[in-house]
Nanobody, 116 residues
Framework: QVQLVESGGGLVQAGGSLRLSCAAS????????MGWYRQFPGKQRELVAH???????NYGDSVKGRFTISRDAARNTVYLQMNSLKPEDTAVYYC??????????WGQGTQVTVSS
């Protein structure tokens, strides 16, 4: 069993910052990528950012320059530093891990709300 535990969501004013964390535990090995997705009501999940085992990063266009993804490989933990938050960033944020032989796990989701 692999578990992803997310933390750090909450309510913030526009222009503020939040830091999300996601720790993977259990029988996990060979982590390939760790990332964050978000979902708006009635929409599909979209990529926010992900980072590979080699440290390469990829960001969604709407967050480039404002969000930064990082990873502690030894702890199987991924972070998302979100700066200059906008009301349109309000969504449920999900952690994602790809590991082993084509395994994928999702976190339970954490709400981020940005007030104007």
């Amino acid at each position: 069993q692999v578990q992803l535990v997310e933390s750090g969501g909450g309510l913030v004013q526009a222009g503020g910052s939040l830091r999300l964390s996601c720790a993977a535990s259990g029988s996990i090995f060979g982590v390939k990528t760790m990332g964050w997705y978000r979902q708006f009501p009635g929409k599909q999940r979209e990529l926010v950012a992900h980072i590979t085992s080699g440290g390469s990063t990829n960001y969604g266009d709407s967050v480039k320059g404002r969000f930064t993804i990082s990873r502690d490989a030894a702890r199987n933990t991924v972070y998302l530093q979100m700066n200059s938050l906008k009301p349109e960033d309000t969504a449920v944020y999900y952690c994602n891990v790809e590991w082993g032989y084509y395994n994928t796990n999702w976190g339970q989701g954490t709400q981020v709300t940005v007030s104007s």
